[in-house]
């Protein structure tokens, strides 16, 4: 940030869906990182659509990153309570019980500006969490004794009760509210009380999918109710959804909102895990 700007551009990706959305995000930063200030992304279904191993923890700081979200699928992968507690650009749902291992907020220096980051896991059709209500308040007001600039990612499966914690977190003071897990991003990305919304930003990953996950597997669960290991999906067609937002430096209200949503048939095929 330089002494004469005045607003910061921030770019939130959708829940990152296996290899093929760690490879979407991957090249769709290799031509596009130096547009923002600022790099999200919620990661939680990254490694093999289930949970964040350490190597592809990594593999996200080198494509540019700077803080990552997640929600109920945080602990899928049990590496992650070897590296939780050294991983300082991650977070777990703020409603986790309390001494749960993880941060659920932090504040994030970068390129001479401080932005506060909360993930919430939200409790309509989801694991039944902690209330979220008044701790989030608090944090926010925590935060705000440090910086006007504070992002929410609100893991959630109902749409009321995402609009209407985004409501209520808008009136807080926050700058953006991105609405994450059904992975279909939504279109009715606005701005409400200075606050940017979206009730869900989407996923990145295989188009030619069933929310990134392969459509057999996806199709022989809801016929026979049987469970079955969801699989990947692969295919020759990426997507990205992803939300830009404009911040004032100062204020920290948002001053623009833009919904991305980008294709792909870009294919790259190595030794990777999904």
């Known amino acids: 940030m330089n002494d004469t700007q ?32 600022f790099i999200i992304a919620n990661i939680e279904n990254a490694s093999h659509g289930f949970g964040l191993t350490e190597k592809n923890y990594n593999d996200f700081i080198e494509y540019g990153i700077y803080a990552m979200t997640s929600g109920n699928h945080i602990w899928d992968k049990k590496d992650i309570f070897n590296y939780i507690d050294q991983a300082d650009r991650l977070l777990r749902p703020i409603n986790y019980p309390e001494n749960t291992r993880g941060l659920g907020s932090r504040i994030f220096e970068c390129n001479g ?33 440090i910086t006007s600039i504070i992002v929410i990612d609100f893991h959630a499966e109902a749409t009321a009760e995402k609009i209407c914690f985004g409501r209520f977190c808008s009136e807080l003071g926050v700058s953006a509210f991105f609405g994450t897990h059904t992975h279909i991003q939504t279109a009715d990305e606005t701005i409400i009380n200075n606050m940017a919304y ?16 392969d459509y057999k597997t996806s199709l022989n669960r809801f016929l026979t109710g049987l469970p079955e290991r969801y699989e990947i999906a692969e295919g020759k067609n990426t997507q990205i959804n992803a939300v830009e937002v404009d911040i004032d430096i100062i204020s920290g209200k948002a001053i623009a909102v833009k919904r991305i949503f980008c294709s792909s048939s870009k294919v790259e095929e190595n030794g990777d895990e999904n």
């Open 6 to 37: 005045q607003t910061i551009k921030i770019i939130f990706f959708g829940d990152i869906v296996g290899k093929p959305g760690r490879f979407a995000v991957r090249d769709f930063l290799t031509e596009n990182k130096e547009k923002y200030d």
């Open 113 to 145: 500006f401080k932005i506060g980051v909360i993930n919430v896991l939200g409790r309509v059709f989801m694991n039944m969490v902690d209330p979220y209500w008044n701790t989030v308040k608090k944090e926010i007001q925590r935060i705000k004794k």
């Open 198 to 213: 979206i009730t869900d930003a989407g996923f990145c990953g295989t188009s030619d999918s069933v929310i990134g996950m």
